[in-house]
């Protein structure tokens, strides 16, 4: 018997901000991560946790600080290319424990414990990795050996993230390359479907998953190892909308994995059928009227936007797995891609950029764009922005 019950019921669960007795990572909280490591049979212990740090009981009630969770897996059909995918499932199984809430990725987290689960008893990260490991090698059962640890020492995650931030990229860069025109098909992933349950991410060689957690190898490896789970290989078929990049199987697929909400489905437009989001997504990019342009704006950026409103606004007319011409959430990787708002004109169409954003962007940029593009340290609002547009020559 666990502290909490578990099951998918589960998944849906929000906890609000005065009901929580523990939050880890969130916006408020700069360093926080969680990775999966695949590693040779004889280097895991099996069934080993390790709480690092402060435990649920050891903090106060409305404690919000950070957390690492490390997990290492083994197996002898363990393949390394499916550390992101196994990663992915610490979000879905973490979300099947009643009055646990977790969302977001990689170095993003934010997971929330609520009263009520800590009064009946769930008191320590320990209980968590149980359930953790059961579910994993349950649910999988090419993993022969689990180990997970809990860090919620403040050195020692920040020291986890800075080699953690080395895999994500490693992770990202394997993709590099490769072009939609060379594969058959194309990865599904409807996992978020409990959160948004028409949502349905589409994921190829140059579109990572809006989460940033799946990238078409990913994809590729998760069905081989799960093909009955919630990745899923979509043969594209055939291209039939050039401009926007729309394949007529994709969207047959999709009509049916959105229960016929969305029919139709750009892979490379904000503007024509995007593609819809659940609520993970690293940054979006939203169009601003006045300049005939785009913003786009990441998950960790304070305070308002260009246009005023601050993630959380846009991030609400992005969400929920309905197509919103205008809001496209992405992942962050989806800068570099060759394909980036093809059909929208790419960086040619965006005005404004976090500043951050487009540090990760810049080897992307068109070098004549570089300087043109906006920033909230070169303009405040959309009048700003109009003048700023004006003097690059862009409007
Ligand atoms: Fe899957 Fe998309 Fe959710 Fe990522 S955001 S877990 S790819 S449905
Ligand atoms: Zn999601």
């Given amino acids: ?8 019921q589960y998944e849906g669960e929000r906890i609000r901000k005065n009901e929580f007795q523990v939050e880890f990572g969130g916006p408020d909280v700069s360093h926080k991560g969680e990775l999966v490591t695949v590693k040779g049979l004889g280097e895991v212990e099996h069934e080993k946790i390790t709480v690092s740090g402060p435990d649920l009981k050891d903090l106060p009630e409305g404690f919000s600080g950070p957390l690492f969770i490390k ?21 879905q199984y973490i979300n099947y424990i009643e009055g646990v809430f977790h969302m977001a990725q990689r170095y993003d987290i ?25 579910l994993f090698t349950a649910e999988l059962p090419v993993i022969e050996k689990m180990s997970v640890e809990f860090i919620t020492d403040p050195a020692k995650v920040q020291n986890l993230l800075v080699e953690a931030l080395k895999v994500y990229k490693e992770r990202d860069e394997r993709i590099k390359g490769l072009r939609e025109e ?3 098909e194309f990865y599904g992933c409807v996992l978020c479907q409990s959160f948004a349950p028409t949502h349905v991410c589409v994921i190829t060689p140059e579109r990572v998953s809006l989460c940033g957690a799946i990238n078409w190898l990913d994809g590729r490896a998760a069905t081989k190892v799960d093909p009955e789970g919630a990745q899923f290989a979509i043969p594209k078929g055939n291209l039939i909308d050039l401009v ?3 394949y007529d199987n994709v969207n047959q697929v999709v009509t049916e994995r959105s229960m016929g909400e969305t029919t139709r489905f750009s892979l490379h437009s904000a503007l024509s059928y ?4 659940c609520g993970c997504f690293e940054a979006i990019v939203f169009y601003i009227p006045e ?3 785009f913003g786009i704006v990441s998950r960790d950026f304070a305070g308002p936007s260009v246009t005023g409103d601050p993630f959380s606004t846009l991030a609400g007319s992005a969400s929920g797995g309905k197509q919103n011409e205008g809001y496209l959430g992405i992942g962050i990787q989806y800068l570099t891609s060759p394909k980036f708002l093809i059909a929208d004109g790419g960086f040619n169409r965006v005005a404004w950029m976090s500043s951050a954003l487009k540090e990760a962007a810049v080897e992307n940029l068109p070098p004549e764009l570089a300087g043109k593009i906006a920033t909230e340290k070169d303009v405040q609002n959309v009048d700003e922005l109009t003048e700023f547009m004006q003097n690059a020559g862009r409007l």
């Fill in 1 to 8: 018997m666990y502290a909490a019950d578990v099951g998918p």
């Fill in 71 to 91: 997990v290492e897996v083994a197996g002898e059909e363990l393949e390394k290319d499916l550390e992101a995918v196994l990663e992915r499932r610490i979000h």
């Fill in 110 to 134: 934010w997971i929330r414990i609520h009263k009520n689960s800590f009064k009946k008893g769930l008191n320590s990260l320990e209980q968590i990795g149980r359930i953790l490991i059961d």
């Fill in 182 to 184: 060379d594969v058959d």
């Fill in 244 to 246: 926007n990049i729309s």
């Fill in 274 to 277: 995007p593609h819809t989001a």
């Fill in 291 to 293: 300049v005939d342009g």
